[in-house]
């Protein structure tokens, strides 16, 4: 007669084997098995609790860099879109010019010296250059977007190039097939951009700016600036700063 005894179930890993010397062995966070001549190597497993703390430290870091990350994409991007727009503006400037025979009286060239005698001309060819598909007055519900005044950039932590330019926007306003807008009053040499139109985030610096036409000398062609009058919000940028981003 046969009796089966009970116990623990056999071992797979030491079934048929000859043991030589078998013990355990704690080192590096590890336990380790002597079998033999052969050691197996077993490796603690991270607690419920671990994986958490880790978890809760990623979300943490995550939470505090990528809205940086974030701001820093779109400030690209809207330098992108002002370079864009500030190159077909040039563009145009230069075809009128040419097709002129020269610049025409619509530009200043230091403080106090403006010159606005063809400005009405100037403007009505450039207006024949780009590609506008809408146009509107600020008085008109939705014309455009409203943006600060220069007591609200003040206030706010923002700065202006010459405190005595009031740069209201009280121009007719004028949308490109790209989205893109630009106003101005056809006697004068100042105007304003806003190189993605009602999208946003409409501020003086980001996607606005107040800029003017301005010739050195007379040896060189008028090009878009803000060499007078200029004003940006808080982080924002002027126009030569954007031309180096």
């Known amino acids: 007669m046969k009796f089966w005894g009970g116990g623990a179930p056999e071992n ?60 820093k994409a779109e400030r690209m991007i809207l330098a992108q879109q002002f370079k864009k727009m500030y190159a077909n503006l040039s ?13 025409y009286e619509c530009y200043n060239t230091s403080y106090g010296n403006y010159h606005t005698a063809d400005c009405k001309v100037f403007w009505s ?6 590609n506008i598909v809408h146009s509107c007055y600020p008085g008109v519900a939705g014309c455009r977007p409203t943006y600060k005044t220069k007591a609200e950039v003040l206030s706010l932590g923002g700065n202006v190039k010459n405190t005595a330019c ?22 004068d040499v100042f105007f304003v951009i806003d190189i993605n139109g009602k999208k946003g985030p409409n501020r003086w610096g980001y996607d606005v700016f107040y800029m003017n036409l301005n010739k050195k000398n007379q040896l060189v062609n008028v090009v878009p600036i803000d060499f007078i009058c200029a004003m940006k919000e808080k982080g924002g940028m002027y126009v030569e700063e954007m031309l180096r981003e």
Do not use: C, W
């Open 125 to 130: 060819e450039m207006i024949s250059q780009m």
């Open 91 to 103: 563009n145009a400037i230069n075809l009128v010019s040419e097709k002129y025979g020269g610049s």
């Open 166 to 187: 009031t740069m209201n926007v009280s121009g007719k306003v004028y949308y490109l097939t790209d989205g893109s807008m630009i106003a101005f009053q056809n006697t």
């Open 12 to 71: 797979k890993l030491l079934s048929g084997r000859k043991i030589n010397r078998l013990h355990t062995d704690y080192k590096n966070g590890k336990m380790n098995i002597i079998l033999g001549n052969k050691e197996v190597s077993m490796k603690k497993a991270f607690t419920m609790a671990e994986v958490l703390i880790t978890l809760g430290i990623i979300g943490i870091v995550a939470a505090m860099t990528m809205p940086m990350i974030i701001s």
